[in-house]
T-cell receptor
Framework: GNSVTQMEGPVTLSEEAFLTINCTYT??????LFWYVQYPGEGLQLLLK?????DKGSNKGFEATYRKETTSFHLEKGSVQVSDSAVYFC????????????FGKGTLLTVNP | EAGVAQSPRYKIIEKRQSVAFWCNPI?????LYWYQQILGQGPKLLIQ????????DSQLPKDRFSAERLKGVDSTLKIQPAKLEDSAVYLC????????????FGPGTRLTVL
């Protein structure tokens, strides 16, 4: 079956530090890959996605590249801000017409000023 | 554009009681999902509707959980009777079938079973 493994949190960084959150996956076929973010007290929202190998998703300074050879989709940001403090979820959709998402456990990021 | 609405936001009940959650998806979205998010874990799909038909309910504990989406718009999820292990956040999401894979999530209902 499909699965997503994220690095264990919590992650605590100082403002302007470099961020990497690792994500690897197991899936049949050719999945689409996603990063969702959940700010305190809010619902999950899509941060970025990539639908095929070597695609790079980007948004709000965050980037992730779909690496089929390593089955990875690591999230990076060059300079984090306090406002980036949230829980980040890696997810995959193995395709077909059902658009069914499988999520990782989430990584809590805290950015201190 | 209004987002996905859920109510209540919080609910505390005793075990063996029943509870119901409501979701109103984004207008025009054909697909509706209910997820269970236990503390420290990612969301787990419980049931998926396409309009008012069930597409996937393979992970719904059908002995105690039920869901419906009358008229293909809003939806209710019910638990009867509740168990301690049902304590979680219940998330509703919707998606327009033509947009590909993005799902839009509501704020969730936090259920505590005592």
């Amino acid at each position: 079956g499909n699965s997503v493994t994220q690095m264990e949190g919590p992650v605590t960084l100082s403002e302007e530090a470099f961020l990497t959150i690792n994500c690897t996956y197991t899936a049949t076929g050719y999945p689409s890959l996603f990063w969702y973010v959940q700010y305190p007290g809010e619902g999950l929202q899509l941060l970025l996605k990539a639908t095929k190998a070597d695609d790079k998703g980007s948004n709000k300074g965050f980037e992730a590249t779909y690496r089929k050879e390593t089955t990875s989709f690591h999230l990076e940001k060059g300079s984090v801000q306090v406002s980036d403090s949230a829980v980040y979820f890696c997810a995959l959709d193995s395709g077909g017409s059902n658009y069914k998402l499988t999520f990782g456990k989430g990584t809590l990021l805290t950015v201190n000023p | 554009e209004a987002g996905v609405a859920q109510s209540p936001r919080y609910k505390i009940i005793e075990k063996r009681q029943s509870v119901a959650f409501w979701c109103n998806p984004i207008s025009g979205h054909a697909t509706l999902y209910w997820y269970q998010q236990i503390l420290g874990q990612g969301p787990k799909l419980l049931i998926q509707f396409q309009n008012n038909g069930v597409v996937d309910d393979s992970q719904l504990p059908k002995d105690r959980f039920s869901a419906e989406r009358l008229k293909g718009v809003d939806s209710t999820l019910k638990i009867q009777p509740a168990k301690l292990e049902d304590s979680a956040v219940y998330l509703c999401a919707s998606s327009p079938r033509t947009s590909g894979n993005e799902q839009f999530f509501g704020p969730g209902t936090r259920l505590t079973v005592l």
